[in-house]
């Protein structure tokens, strides 16, 4: 699985999510994370359909590089724990 985090330097979630993104990675040593910058990669918010109304937006992807699931705004670690260990193996 791999997750691509999409947020802002002005978005507050995004800024409150950051650290707690950071705990679970160092958690799950197997994930795999992307971050994107809204203002610095305008193609990729594109692609993805990112909206900057919308941050910060978190898509997973399957091992195949397809989206399986996309969460948007303040999600709470157990949440975020509990997902992932439910979906490890996509």
């Known amino acids: 699985m791999k997750v691509l985090k999409f947020g802002a330097v002005w978005c507050s979630t995004c800024?409150?999510?950051?650290?707690?993104?950071?705990?679970?990675?160092?958690?799950?040593?197997?994930?795999?994370?992307?971050?994107?910058?809204?203002?610095k990669n305008p193609e990729i918010?594109?692609?993805?359909?990112?909206?900057?109304?919308?941050?910060?937006?978190?898509?997973f992807l399957d091992k195949k590089g397809k989206e399986f699931k996309r969460m948007q705004g303040e999600i709470e670690k157990k949440e975020l724990i509990e997902f992932l260990e439910k979906n490890k193996d996509k």
């Open 45 to 59: 918010m594109k692609k993805y359909k990112v909206e900057s109304g919308k941050l910060p937006i978190f898509i």
């Open 15 to 39: 800024l409150l999510m950051g650290p707690r993104w950071k705990e679970i990675e160092k958690e799950f040593s197997w994930l795999k994370t992307k971050f994107y910058d809204y203002d």
